[in-house]
């Protein structure tokens, strides 16, 4: 069985910074993709990292390029989300999300269309 665990969200304020951890267990997704959506009260769940091939690709919404940093650790299997200067408008559940192939389109890497998903950390920014 496999599954996906989030660490590591919790109350900052804003310009501060935190760390998502998401460890996956029963797979490994070394030809896959690992990534983070989020959904805010009230809001549709929306695309925010991922990497693929490894760590290799790595692919950003552009309301974090320059703050958040994706990053994989393949020996534990886990996948990290550094945030930095943090938003209020970044308060949300963090979902982190697994896919088992990705063949190089990178829009596909935005969609919805995991394999696998986290039970999501919640992440407040007060202002």
């Known amino acids: 069985q496999v599954q996906l665990v989030e660490s590591g969200g919790g109350l900052v304020q804003a310009g501060g910074s935190l760390r998502l951890s998401c460890t996956a267990s029963?797979?490994?997704?070394?030809?896959?993709?690992m990534g983070w959506f989020r959904q805010a009260p009230g809001k549709e769940r929306e695309f925010v990292a991922a990497?693929?091939?490894?760590?290799?690709?790595?692919y950003y919404t552009d309301s974090v390029k320059g703050r958040f940093t994706i990053s994989r650790e393949n020996t534990k299997n886990t996948v990290y989300l550094q945030m930095n200067s943090l938003k209020p408008e970044d308060t949300a559940v963090y979902y982190c999300?697994?896919?088992?192939?990705?063949?190089?389109?990178?829009?596909?890497?935005?969609?919805?269309?995991?394999?696998?998903w986290g039970q999501g950390t919640q992440v407040t920014v007060s202002s």
């Open positions: 999300a697994a896919k088992t192939h990705f063949r190089g389109r990178m829009e596909t890497l935005a969609n919805e269309e995991y394999d696998y």
């Open positions: 029963g797979r490994t997704f070394s030809s896959g993709a």
């Open positions: 990497n693929a091939w490894n760590g290799n690709v790595k």
